[in-house]
């Protein structure tokens, strides 16, 4: 719908504010690059006119969305060390993240 100015959802526990062609990021999921996701975990939508607030969520709209790529984020350095004893450990950390294009926010009738 093209009133539809913003939605607040819910993926695996994280909120996300989108909109229609956004890209977020999220945590990997079953999915495989190109899949197309159907999120029904709607918070809030925002239109022109109101906001559609869920109790606890809005069961009549469905986004759509489309993985396009899978990335890691920047490597995370942790370093450890007990003074005095002679202790020193290195160790990276990249968490990985799927890339979700937004295609479409709809009404279910």
Do not use: C, W
């Not at 239109?47 to 490597?75: D, E, H, L, M, R």
Request: aromatic content about 10%; glycine content about 4%.
């Amino acid at each position: 719908m093209k009133n539809i100015l913003y939605a607040i959802i819910e993926i695996k526990g994280k909120q996300y504010k989108i909109k229609v062609n956004d890209i977020i990021k999220i945590d990997i999921i079953k999915a495989n690059i190109g899949d197309i996701i159907y999120i029904k975990k709607i918070l809030i939508i925002k239109t022109i006119n109101k906001i559609n607030i869920g109790t606890p969520i809005i069961k009549n709209y469905i986004i759509i969305s489309k993985i396009i790529k899978k990335k890691k984020y920047k490597k995370i350095k942790i370093f450890k060390m007990r003074r005095r004893k002679h202790y020193q450990k290195h160790q990276g950390f990249r968490k990985k993240y799927f890339e979700l294009k937004i295609q479409s926010i709809s009404k279910i009738d």
